[in-house]
């Protein structure tokens, strides 16, 4: 069952054009001049029930408007969606009760009251009963660890406990589908790792659909299996997260230590044949590039640890960083794979 049906998905703007100088403010006070924008451009996508979905793109890419689409806040220029099989902009109050909403920059709760109170009146925009109301409340302060928050006026929350309190108001009324656009924007890793451990098992529970805006790549790797890479307006990736490390990743980088001195010789030698780059830190510690696709690592390490001695070993992926920045520098994941660059000082030994 579809949780997020979206087909040529399209949203334009008129923007005001403002002319220099004191004519041109004179003229646009009469004659106002606009042009047209398109945030979103013929976008398709579906999101089963119960997946967590990575919505990820620059500023100015489209995300937040797609969101605000797929919420309702906006009515899209062209184009069909479907959200827990309600149009969003067409059946409001049905809608509502089935979605969750955090915006990251954009409270919900009051901000001279206190969270509870907040809360009790969100109980009542969203029709709770009281008996659910409770039961899911004293969960969610369990969870999100809120007892010594509820008293307390909005205003004097720091940025972290806000964003549990937020959370928390989005999950009252037990919503089918999480819409988070930068849930984590400003916290310290601390309270990332808690928010990130909750929505997994939020998840895993409730089988709660999120779609997840960040530009946080680390939120998508905790959490996503999947994600959608928007560019422009326009979807430039939809698939697997490690589906993109292996078509853009350069390869795996494994760091050796030895028990025994050893040379960049001797290791050349255990591995030759193979496609792979060696750069020795030190006679008891050497790093080994090995590109995909052009060598496998179980064959590289056979070779080495049958002969010498390792203490320890580390294996490094590309970063995921890195792969979403060349991707938008080149306008299309659908490109082959970078060309491996060689590393300073490393000897590529086939």
Known sequence: MLAIDVQMLRKEFQVQQSRGGLKGAVQDLFKREYKQITAVKDISFQIPKGEICGYIGENGAGKSTTI?????????????????GYVPFKEREKFVAGIGVVFGQRSQLWWDIGVVESFQLLKKVYRVSEADYKKRLDELVDRLQLSDLLSRPVRKLSLGQRMRCELAASLLHNPEILFLDEPTIGLDIVVKTEIREFLKSLNQRYETTILLTTHDLQDIEALCSRVIMLDDGRIIYDGGLEELKARWGKGKEVVLQFEHPTTLARLQELTLGLDVAWQLENELSAKVFIPYERANISEVLSRVVGVLQIQDIKINETNTDDIVREIYKSGSAEVKRLEIDQPEGVTIHA
């Open 68 to 84: 605000k689409m797929l919420t309702g806040i906006l009515v899209p220029t062209s184009g069909h969606i479907k959200v827990n």
